[in-house]
């Protein structure tokens, strides 16, 4: 794993240690600010069977609300696994929250076996997720998945 992903996690496990109340939030400002290709890092939580906004960090989204299945964001969480999109123009269920939006990866927060909510990140860069964006942040959401 790179070197500021190490720093970003130890960062971010501390402040769950510390437990504060606006800990997501304060998750998705730490992404957003310290990862170059994080332009927009928020929560989408499952809620009586719909993903409904959580925390963020970046612009305003009309996307509140989103169903099971529909958008990268919805298919993530039928199928409880991460979903990277490198060119968002070539995906067929995606939601556009942005025209400056070129790629995705959505990872889902699993708690006791179930779906519960999921980490949603829009870059503007082409193409910038790798292997290692992926392994950082599942195991941010595994750190997560107790505070949902």
Do not use: R
Request: charged share 25%; proline share 4%.
């Amino acid at each position: 794993m790179k070197e500021v992903f190490k720093s970003v996690y130890s960062k971010i496990e501390k402040l769950v240690q510390e437990n504060p109340d606006n800990m997501l939030l304060q998750v998705c400002q730490i992404l957003k600010q310290e990862i170059y290709h994080y332009d927009w890092v928020g929560f989408y939580i499952l809620d009586e069977g719909i993903l409904k906004l959580g925390p963020y960090a970046g612009k305003a989204t009309e996307h509140t609300v989103i169903a099971i299945g529909k958008g990268v964001c919805g298919q993530v969480a039928e199928k409880k696994e991460t979903i990277i999109v490198q060119d968002v123009s070539q995906e067929e269920n995606y939601i556009s929250c942005s025209i400056d939006v070129q790629s995705e990866i959505v990872v889902p927060v699993i708690k006791e076996g179930e779906f519960v909510a999921e980490l949603d990140i829009d870059s503007h860069s082409p193409a910038p997720f790798s292997g290692d964006d992926k392994v950082f942040l599942e195991k941010i959401c595994v750190l997560l998945a107790p505070s949902f």
